[in-house]
């Protein structure tokens, strides 16, 4: 029998932070209680100006490091802020963490983020850390002040802050509220597997008959990574309805970013790097649907040429090699990267007469020692394909010598030499 969606969100318990808007780009064993220093500031969270400090101080005092991640120009962003003024939430966050306001676009910041392999779907984003920079806790929260201190409390409590959202997946929760966290949560943590499962584990119990509601475009855009989840080809197919509901928050065009962003996501995955040609014919579908039909060239050669290849056509793969060495041929460093993709791939020596020319077109245009590293690197391994050892040898040689030069790690050089 099928249910409302509105009784299936009810019963399952779906937070309803998913509903409100944001703007898109050895655990503790801490309580909840919060201990109110006389000291503590009740006025407003104290933010700590550096990061390292932060995490400094939160190691010192045995506290956890919450860091907002917002941006000066998010309008949800400011709207909470007022509510960092209020008495509670001050009371809260000054007793129990240390602070972080941490600008997504400010690079420098950013860098704590990158260091813990973590990615900003939306912001704001609520991340809560352990005294040793570990992530415990991931919350999305509304300009309530309530709703702001649950969050803290949330990430206290080992049993049901984020960090515990994988061992009941483990353990065989399937609920709504989960598997939405869980897939939301691995995608900031970047472990596209897990995230991968949890959301197609959520098409599977989602209500069939409420596919192209608000609430399932809601859910795409938080927890979909992949274009083979059930959500995402609802969606590229229905984007006019998503362009609506985009429309109506105030974000025209916004879909075409996070269709355009799940084919992104799709394409750099273990999964897309093993596509074929049908599949890769597919992603170039939904390009043209989500309005970048002009970049699939630039975007799905390389993956084109691999497919190829594993599909026993090399003759065309090469053909493609040839048209993008045209494309490219006023810009060195690419022409390198288009022979070291069939250095590594090609299954016979029949391309290298083809990538002998766009080397040699290569190396003129070629001016920091770096990039001529590369340069030698690529042809050493084109001769050893050829044939020609002492000519690989001596580029190998010369490739390994201007690495050193430039500063760069010798690794790979020195194991292609020791290789010949």
Not at 110 to 139: E, M
Not at 201 to 218: A, C, H, V
Not at 382 to 399: E, H, M, T, V, Y
């Amino acid at each position: 029998m099928n249910i409302s969606l509105m009784n299936f969100i009810k019963i399952n318990g779906l937070a309803f932070a998913l509903l409100f808007a944001s703007c898109q780009s050895k655990s503790q064993d801490t309580t909840t209680q919060t201990v109110v220093n006389e000291n503590i500031d009740k006025t407003q969270v104290t933010w700590n100006p550096s990061i390292d400090d932060a995490l400094a101080q939160a190691k010192a005092s045995g506290k956890m490091l919450f860091v907002e991640c917002y941006s000066p120009t998010c309008p949800v962003c400011q709207s909470i802020e007022p509510f960092f003024k209020k008495p509670e939430v001050a009371t809260k966050y000054n007793s129990s963490f240390i602070n972080y306001k941490l600008d997504v676009g400010n690079a420098e910041q950013v860098k704590f983020l990158n260091a813990r392999n973590i990615y900003l779907p939306s912001f704001p984003q609520f991340l809560y850390f352990d005294s040793n920079g570990n992530i415990l806790h991931q919350a999305e929260v509304t300009p309530d002040a309530a709703v702001i201190v649950k969050a803290a409390e949330t990430a206290q409590n080992p049993a049901i802050r984020a960090s515990s959202y994988k061992d009941k997946y483990d353990k065989g929760d399937r609920t709504l509220d989960l598997l939405v966290q869980l897939a939301a949560y691995s995608r900031l943590t970047k472990d596209t597997t897990l995230a991968i499962s949890a959301a197609e584990d959520l098409f599977k119990i989602y209500p069939k008959d409420q596919i192209g509601s608000e609430t399932s475009w809601k859910l795409t855009k938080k927890c979909v990574i992949d274009m083979e989840n059930g959500f995402a080809k609802y969606w590229f197919d229905h984007a006019s309805a998503a362009a609506a509901f985009e429309k109506k928050d105030g974000h025209a065009g916004n879909e075409n970013n996070v269709l355009g962003g799940i084919i992104q996501s799709s394409l750099y995955s273990p999964r897309g790097q093993n596509y074929g040609t049908s599949k890769l014919n597919l992603v170039k579908q939904y390009m043209t649907k989500t309005g970048a039909g002009q970049y699939i060239e630039n975007v799905t050669w390389e993956f084109d040429i691999k497919a190829l290849i594993r599909e026993g056509k090399p003759e065309q793969a090469l053909a493609i090699g040839e048209k993008m060495a045209a494309k490219f041929g006023e810009n060195g460093q690419s022409m390198v990267y288009i022979t070291r993709v069939f250095n590594d791939f090609y299954p016979n020596k029949n391309y290298a007469p083809k990538a002998t020319a766009w080397l040699n077109k290569a190396k003129g245009l070629l001016k920091e020692d770096k990039y001529l590293a590369e340069y030698y690197f690529e042809s050493a391994k084109l001769n050893q394909k050829a044939g020609d050892l002492a000519k690989a040898k001596a580029d190998a040689q010369q490739a390994r010598t201007l690495a050193a030069k430039a500063q760069v790690d010798l690794t790979k050089f020195t194991a292609l030499i020791e290789k010949l």
